[in-house]
C-alpha cells in the first residue's frame, strides 16, 4: 500500500541525508535501502531521489546561503534543522518542480516533527528564501574568482583549485556536469542490449542505447533493481565509463584472470560474459563481506568462472602463484572524484592529503601484483577519478619501476564507438562535462 503521508517523500530523503552526514554512510546504498522498505508512490520516489542528491550535490552553496539568511553559521544549527534547512533552500532556489510556497511548507512540518521548537526559525529563514530567492548573494567574482566558483557551483575551494590549474577555460563546465543527476546505466548481457531495450520499451520504460559501450542502455527508472530483467540476470546496473574497463582488458574464452581490487563484482561479471564463462576469474577483496558480494553478483548472473578470493591486493604476490594469470585487472581504490553525480557526498569528505595517500596505495598494488602476469599477458589499471596523482603520475612511476611491460594504446583494443575517448597518450579517459560519462581514467601494458 502506498503511503497517504504527504511528508512521505521529504522525510525519507532527510532521514538518508541525516545518515550520510551523521554515520559517513554512502548515499546511493543508504538511499537504495530506504526506498527498499518505503510504500511510495513511484512519483514520490523519484522526488526523493532528486531531493537526497540536489541537497548532497548543492551543500557548499546551500549553507553559505543559509549563513547568510539566518545571520549566523549552519555549524551552530542543531543537525536536524540544518538539514531540514538544506533541503528546503535546496528546493525554493534549484528544483524548479516545487513551488516555494509549498517547500516552506513542508519543510516547517518537517521542523515541527524533528525539533518543535525550531519550526518559526526554519518559517523565517525559508519564507525569506522565497522572497528573495531572485536575488540571493554569492561571491563577488571579481573580488575572489576561486570562491565563487566553489561557492556558486558547491565544490570545496582546494578542489577548485586543482582542477582550473588542470582544466583552464572548462573547469566551469566540469564543475557543472558534476551536479546534474547521473543517468541510470544498465549493461545487458553481451549482444542483447536491443532484446532489452525491446522487453523495457515493452514495460513502459524509457530506454535509449548508450553512446559508446556496446552492452549500455540508458534508463528511466529510480529503482533499477525493479525494472524486467533484474531478477532473472539479464543486465546488470554498471556506468557506462565503467563498461569500457573490461573491453580495454579484452578477456578471451579459457584465460586466468585477477580482478585484484573487485568488490562488488560488476567489473568481474563482465569480464566472465565477454569470456562466455569459460576459464577462471579470481576476484579478490581485502573484505569477506566484498568477498560475499562477489559471489552473490556471480550467482544472481549465473556466472560459474568467478572465484572469490578474500586477499588484500597490497599483498597479492605472497598470496598468488607468480606468472599464473594471462590478464589482471588492478581498478584500484581512489578518491572517486570523478564520480561526483553518482556519489555527491564524496566532494565533502576528501581532503587534498588522501590523493597522495590513495597514490602509494595504488603503487604498492600495482608493484603486487605486475609479478603475476605472464610473459605475453596484459594488465589495466583505472580509476575513476580525475587527479593525475592518481592516473598519470601513478602509471609513470609503475611502467618506470617494471621496464618489461609495454605500455598499449587504448584506441586499438576498445570498441570503435569509445575511441574518441583516448587520449594523445594512449589512455582511456573520460570526463563528465565533455562526454557525458563518468570520470574515468584506464591504461593498458603487455608483458614482454
Known amino acids: 500500500m502506498v503511503s497517504a503521508d504527504p511528508l512521505a517523500a521529504r522525510a525519507l530523503a532527510l532521514d538518508v541525508l541525516m545518515r550520510v552526514e551523521g554515520l559517513g554512510s554512502h548515499a546511493d546504498a543508504t538511499l537504495a535501502d530506504a526506498l527498499a522498505s518505503a510504500r511510495l508512490a513511484v512519483r514520490d520516489r523519484a522526488l526523493a531521489s532528486r531531493l537526497v542528491y540536489g541537497t548532497l550535490a ?10 547568510r539568511l539566518a545571520d549566523r ?3 551552530s544549527f542543531d543537525p536536524r534543522i540544518r538539514m531540514t534547512l538544506r533541503l528546503g533552500l535546496y528546493q525554493i532556489t534549484l528544483l524548479d518542480r516545487v513551488p516555494p510556497h509549498a517547500a516552506v511548507a513542508t519543510s516547517v512540518d518537517l521542523a515541527k516533527r524533528a525539533v518543535p521548537a525550531a519550526s518559526r526559525l526554519v518559517n523565517a529563514v525559508l519564507r525569506r528564501a522565497a522572497r528573495e530567492r531572485g536575488s540571493l548573494p554569492l561571491p563577488d567574482p571579481a573580488a575572489d574568482p576561486l570562491e565563487h566558483l566553489a561557492v556558486a557551483f558547491s565544490h570545496p575551494r582546494w578542489l577548485v583549485e586543482r582542477w582550473r590549474r588542470r582544466f583552464g577555460d572548462d573547469v566551469r563546465d566540469l564543475l557543472a556536469a558534476n551536479n546534474e543527476a547521473a543517468p541510470t546505466i544498465l549493461r545487458a548481457r553481451p549482444g542483447e542490449r536491443d532484446a532489452l531495450v525491446s522487453r523495457l520499451t515493452a514495460a513502459g520504460i524509457a530506454c535509449e542505447p548508450g553512446r559508446f559501450a556496446p552492452d549500455a542502455v540508458r534508463v ?3 529503482d533499477p533493481h525493479a525494472l524486467p530483467g533484474w531478477s532473472d540476470g539479464a543486465f546488470s546496473v554498471q556506468e557506462e565509463a565503467s563498461q569500457l574497463v573490461a573491453w580495454l582488458l579484452d578477456p578471451r574464452p579459457g584465460m586466468r584472470v585477477l580482478d585484484a581490487c573487485a568488490a562488488p563484482g560488476g567489473k568481474s561479471a563482465h569480464a566472465a560474459e565477454r569470456m562466455r564463462d569459460e576459464g577462471t576469474i579470481v576476484a579478490g577483496d581485502r573484505r569477506r563481506r566484498g568477498a ?3 559471489a552473490w553478483n556471480a550467482a544472481r548472473l549465473g556466472l560459474r568462472a568467478i572465484r572469490p578470493l578474500v586477499m588484500d591486493a597490497r599483498t597479492a604476490d605472497a598470496t598468488l602463484a607468480r606468472g599464473s594469470f594471462d590478464r589482471i585487472l588492478v581498478d584500484a581504490p581512489c578518491s572517486g572524484l570523478g564520480t561526483l553525480r553518482a556519489h555527491p557526498e564524496i566532494r565533502w569528505r576528501r581532503t587534498p592529503e588522501d590523493l597522495s595517500r590513495l597514490a602509494t596505495t595504488q603503487r604498492r598494488i ?3 601484483v605486475t609479478p603475476l602476469l605472464r610473459p605475453g599477458g596484459a594488465i589495466v589499471y583505472s580509476t575513476c577519478t580525475l587527479t593525475d596523482e592518481e592516473n598519470a603520475g601513478v602509471v609513470d612511476r609503475w611502467l618506470a619501476a617494471h621496464p618489461t611491460l609495454r605500455r598499449e594504446r587504448a584506441d ?11 587520449d594523445d597518450d594512449g589512455a ?3 570526463l563528465p562535462h565533455r562526454h557525458g560519462l563518468d570520470g574515468f581514467f584506464a591504461v593498458r601494458a603487455r608483458r614482454a
Do not use: H
Not at 586499438?412 to 583516448?422: F, K, M, Q, S
Open 58 to 67: 548543492w551543500q557548499g552553496r546551500l549553507d553559505w546561503q543559509l549563513a
Open 412 to 422: 586499438e583494443i576498445v570498441p570503435p564507438t569509445a575511441r574518441t575517448l583516448v
Open 292 to 294: 560475499a558480494t562477489i
Open 220 to 222: 528511466q527508472a529510480a
Open 73 to 75: 553559521d549552519c555549524a
Open 428 to 430: 582511456l579517459r573520460t
Open 366 to 368: 600495482l608493484d603486487a
